[in-house]
């Protein structure tokens, strides 16, 4: 059992970043922990990981102080307790549209009395080496992050509610299926309606979470921070095809200027 370090980061009120990882591959985890990543975003909504695999994923985070974090695909309980029972320290639960529906989830995600979560000692208790049950169920409470995710109209509406349960710790505001939700309006439509989530969200007590940002838009990023954001999230992917396509303009822009 660890100190889920970006919880205690953001309870200092500083801003942690996360890189989306969404197909197995440890290394790309231990790349982000090493370049100073506060967590990893093991995507299992629309990622290929199995639960398997996320076990060695959140190995790999362990192993190199990055926190473990997954999306799982939906909201039931018993995906919930398996993925926290591989290690994860955060679950970010897309389309959460209702206060029932987020009083749902973070029941399921805590122990007693807290929640329901279902008891087993295995390795997100050390296999029962280090702490007597109770005092490492009361630990992992304390450490795991429930961040639902506002992705919808219908959530935008009933962000109040949502904000008011007890339990909740990080709401998580994407732009791709909210703009979907929304009709497809200009970008800047969007935005502004993730601003106001963030802004409401942080004025709740809240930790709030901004999604779907492009690696190159780091001023629109810098901008929702102003608002209130610390949790960020950019995909993996995205960053190393920045770095693919700088790599092979570069060389082609200096053949050139060789001529």
């Known amino acids: 059992m660890r100190?889920?370090?970006?919880?205690?980061k953001l309870a200092e009120g500083k801003v942690v970043l996360g890189g989306i990882v969404s197909g197995f591959s440890p290394e790309i985890v231990e790349l982000?922990?090493?370049l100073g990543y506060d967590f990893v975003f093991l995507d299992c909504e629309h990622g290929s990981m199995s639960v398997g695999e996320v076990e060695h994923m959140v190995r790999a985070a362990e192993a190199f102080d990055i926190t473990p974090i997954a999306r799982i695909p939906n909201h039931e309980?018993?995906?919930?307790l398996?993925?926290?029972?591989?290690?994860?320290?955060?679950?970010?639960?897309?389309?959460?549209?209702?206060?029932?529906?987020?009083?749902?989830?973070?029941?399921?995600?805590?122990?007693?009395?807290?929640?329901?979560?279902?008891?087993?000692s295995g390795r997100a208790h050390d296999y029962g080496v280090n702490l007597p049950r109770p005092e490492s169920m009361a630990f992992i409470n304390d450490n795991v992050l429930v961040i639902p995710m506002c992705e919808e109209v219908e959530a935008v509406q009933n962000l109040d509610s949502i904000l008011a349960v007890p339990g909740i710790d990080v709401v998580h505001?994407?732009?791709?299926?909210?703009?979907?939700?929304?009709?497809?309006?200009?970008?800047?439509?969007?935005?502004?309606?993730?601003?106001?989530?963030?802004?409401?969200?942080?004025?709740?007590?809240?930790?709030?979470?901004?999604?779907?940002?492009?690696?190159?838009?780091?001023?629109?990023?810098a901008e929702l921070i102003r608002e209130?954001?610390?949790?960020?999230?950019?995909?993996?992917?995205?960053?190393?095809?920045?770095?693919?396509?700088?790599?092979?303009n570069g060389v082609a822009a200096a053949l050139a200027a060789g001529k």
């Open 3 to 8: 100190v889920n370090t970006t919880k205690a």
């Open 32 to 34: 982000l922990g090493l």
């Open 77 to 80: 309980d018993s995906t919930i």
């Open 82 to 120: 398996r993925f926290l029972d591989r290690g994860v320290q955060g679950l970010i639960i897309p389309h959460i549209n209702t206060a029932e529906a987020a009083r749902e989830v973070v029941a399921a995600s805590r122990y007693h009395p807290h929640g329901h979560r279902g008891s087993a």
């Open 173 to 221: 505001v994407a732009s791709g299926d909210l703009g979907q939700s929304m009709g497809h309006p200009p970008a800047a439509e969007v935005r502004a309606v993730m601003a106001d989530v963030v802004r409401r969200t942080k004025a709740a007590g809240k930790w709030a979470g901004i999604g779907g940002n492009a690696p190159t838009d780091t001023a629109g990023v």
């Open 228 to 248: 209130g954001a610390q949790f960020v999230t950019v995909p993996a992917l995205g960053l190393l095809r920045i770095g693919a396509e700088g790599f092979k």
